[in-house]
């Protein structure tokens, strides 16, 4: 699969994140029976990757603005065109040495993303895609899944922690959802939830709460894989609100109609 210069500097900006944090997490594996714990190492490992991806992209594509989680947003003189990027999402597993977590990259136009790069270091799989151009898991090319029965279908959502606002709600979505589903997984990483709703591995995903450095590229591998991405509240948007609701062609009208709690 031929993909665009800047799809091309986006996958070695975060095959170089990727190795970083490669390193770091064997070294969190070992700190893991101190009493100090990983923390504040995990923290560096987290800025490091995230200094290593803005010196790549920015020394690739000068002009455009960034939008990164640890450090920010910054306007570039190309008002249209900005990265949005998540260093390392799945920080908790990355922490705990479960080796479950990703570098998110995404590439927006015009408030559009155009493209995404959502790579998975510590399996080696590397999930991307352009706008128009399908969406590829180390260059096979992705589909969702063809699940059309809510019974058969396995979902995942992210269940907000510590005292965030949206825990109720989530909770209310998962006692609507368990009874006619197949199950529900809390992998702790939403672009790879994302990616996994693209490889078919998934059949649907939801979360409320999110940033858009967790969502801006998995929503590009859904919709380029044939899955469809939406807003929990109809008419907002997903990117300012952080949340979703993503699902195969198949399940994603009944899926939203529990999660939206339509009847
Ligand atoms: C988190 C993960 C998690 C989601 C959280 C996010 P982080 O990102 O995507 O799955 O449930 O809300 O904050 O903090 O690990 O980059
Ligand atoms: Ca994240
Ligand atoms: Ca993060």
Known sequence: MQGSANLNLMIKAARRAGRSLIKDFREVEQLQVSTKGPGDFVTRADREAERLLREELSAGRPNYGWLGEETGAAEGKDPTRRWIVDPLDGTTNFLHGLPHWAVSVALEYKGEIVAAVVFDAAKGELFHAEKGQGAYLNDQRMRVSGRSRMNEALFATGVPFGARPALPATLQDIARLMPGS????????????????????????????????DIAAGLLLVQE??????????GSSMLETG???AANAGLFESFTKIIRNEG
């Open 182 to 213: 197949a199950g529900l997984r809390r992998w702790g990483a939403a672009s790879l939830d994302l990616a996994y709703v693209a490889a078919g591995r998934l059949d649907g995903f939801w979360e409320r709460g999110l940033q858009p450095w």
């Open 225 to 234: 894989a044939g899955g469809f991405a939406e807003p929990i509240r109809p």
């Open 243 to 245: 949340s979703l609701i």
